[in-house]
C-alpha cells in the first residue's frame, strides 16, 4: 500500500464531511496527521484541484467534484441497466432505452442475449426515426414544431416495403398515437422483425423503453409491451433519477 496515497485520500473524506470547510490544523487532528504532513498534502491537493483554499478553510475541488458526478452517472446508467436486463429476462425479449435529446434519437442502452438479439441497426437509428417504433415514440412526445424541426433534418425515406411514405402521412400518424400507449412498427424498419415502445415522458425529457421480436411472434408484442409497462411503473421512481444517464 502506498502511504502517502492514503493519507491523501483520508484527507479527501475528511474535508468532504465538512460542507462549510475545514481549517489545517482541524483537518490534522481528525485524520491524525502530523501537521506539516497535513500541510504538503493539502498544498498538492489544492494545485491538483483536488481541493480548494478559501480564508484559510478547505473545501472540495473542481476535479474532486467532477469525479463525483461521474460516479453518480455511472450509478444512474447501473440502474437502468440492470432494469433492461432484468425485464429482458423475464419477458424473453430484446430490451432498449432511448431518449429524445438535443433534437437527436439517442439509444442509449440496449439489453439483448444471443438467444433474443436486437435488430441490427443497418440504417442510422437518428436519422430513421419515422421508420422504427422507438423513433416514433419519441416524436410523438413533441411538440409540432419540434417534430417538424426533425423531419426536415431527417425526411422520410422508404426502408422496407412496410415504410411509411412520406412526412404527411407520418404527421398524421403521430397526431393519432394516444398518450401513454404503446407505439408500434411491423417491419417498418427491418424485414422480419416488429417493435413496440412505450412513451416515459419525465419532466421535459422524451424517453421510451422498447422491446422487439422476430416476426413470425408478431402476436407476443403487444401483451410483452403492456407487461413491461408495468413492469416499468413499479420502478418509475428510478427510473425518473436515471433518466438523464
Known sequence: MIGSVQRAMRLLETVAAHEHGAPAKQLARETGLALPTTYHLLRTLVHEGYLRRDKGLFFLGEA???????????????????ALARWRDALGVPVYYAVYREGEIEVMCVSDTPVNPAVEEWADFRETGHAHAIGQCLLSQLDDEARRDHLDRYPVQPLTPYTVRDNHSLLRRLER??????????????????????????????????ISLPAHQVDRLLPAARELQAEMGRLLGSLALSISM
Open 64 to 82: 474532486a467534484e467532477r469525479l463525483s458526478g461521474s460516479g453518480a452517472r455511472q450509478k444512474r446508467r447501473s440502474t437502468i441497466v440492470d
Open 177 to 210: 398515437i394516444r398518450r401513454m400507449e404503446p407505439v408500434t412498427e411491423r417491419q417498418e424498419y427491418a424485414l422480419g422483425a416488429v417493435c413496440a415502445a412505450i412513451p416515459l415522458t419525465l419532466g421535459t425529457t422524451a424517453a421510451t423503453m422498447a
